[in-house]
């Protein structure tokens, strides 16, 4: 039987005016996906194909006001957390997911632009692991990423083992480490580890292209879509990977007149 409500989303991120990352790219994606997006932004920011030129953070009342006008009016049925900017708004959101027991929920721990900008607070990163780490279905950090949260250097595809068991010995209930920052040219191998101890590679061969701004956003909130959509997390990262590598193979497409020509850039994917 089909169920006769749409599927929806709702994605907490920062606002990207370049429109490629973010709330702007979690929505088109979600939509492109069947679902439908709603939005809670935690931040501001200056930024193009270029990089992060600065940021500002989303008042903590006011943030907390957007997420209570959506979660007082209508059934979420899966959450997509990008980034947090700094302590007060991980709280909030700690709160808020046991308020109202919100469930399918996927944390990009997103903590620094490809650029260098820093999008995440020091003193934020322990609270999100010991408050919203227990309470997300799965993480999705790249290897810097996880390097930060185990305070150690290593992008080594044989050490994803160790990197899985202690992320979850963190208490994060699933970790999807992206292979983005790996050391393989050939291909982009993301590996899913799940409680107590299991480990599962998605593999595609990597491809060549300028367009990867909002790459992180795009499969976390693709996940999301699917676990919304009834999917359960093995099927969700599968379908997710393969709509990010198709994506990515047709970004070309979106070509832009630049006003300067020569400058290295990281365009969107859709």
Avoid: W
């Avoid at 600065?54 to 009342?61: I, N």
């Avoid at 990008?82 to 302590?87: E, F, K, R, T």
């Avoid at 899913?192 to 595609?204: G, N, S, T, V």
């Amino acid at each position: 039987m089909t169920n006769k409500y749409v599927p929806t989303v709702l994605s907490i991120a920062g606002s990207d005016p370049y429109a490629g990352a973010g709330i702007q790219v979690d929505s088109k994606t979600i939509h492109a996906l069947g679902a439908y997006a709603f939005s809670c932004i935690s931040a501001l920011s200056a930024q193009n194909s270029t990089g992060v030129k600065t940021l500002q953070p989303t008042d903590k009342v006011m943030f907390k006001e957007q997420l209570e006008s959506i979660l007082d009016d209508v059934y979420v049925d899966a959450i997509k957390i990008g980034m947090l900017a700094n302590s007060d708004l991980v709280t909030v959101l700690i709160d808020i997911i046991d308020k109202y027991k919100l469930k399918n929920i996927v944390l990009d721990p997103v903590l620094l632009s490809s650029s260098g900008h820093i999008l995440l607070e020091k003193d934020a990163i322990d609270i999100m692991v010991h408050g919203l780490f227990p309470r997300v279905d799965i993480i999705t950090p790249n290897i810097p990423e996880v390097n930060t949260f185990l305070t150690y250097n290593d992008t080594r595809e044989e050490d994803i083992e160790r990197m899985g068991k202690s992320l979850l010995a963190l208490n994060a209930n699933a970790v999807l480490i992206k292979g983005g920052h790996s050391l393989n040219q050939d291909s982009a191998i993301d590996y899913l580890i799940q409680k107590p101890f299991k480990i599962k590679a998605y593999r595609a061969n990597r491809i060549n292209s300028t367009h990867t701004h909002g790459t992180g956003c795009v499969l976390s909130s693709a996940i999301a879509t699917h676990l919304a959509q009834g999917y359960d997390l093995e099927k969700s990262v599968e379908l997710s990977k393969i709509f990010l590598n198709q994506t990515l193979q047709s970004a070309s497409t979106l070509n832009f007149n630049y006003l300067q020509k020569n400058k290295i850039r990281k365009e969107p994917l859709l």
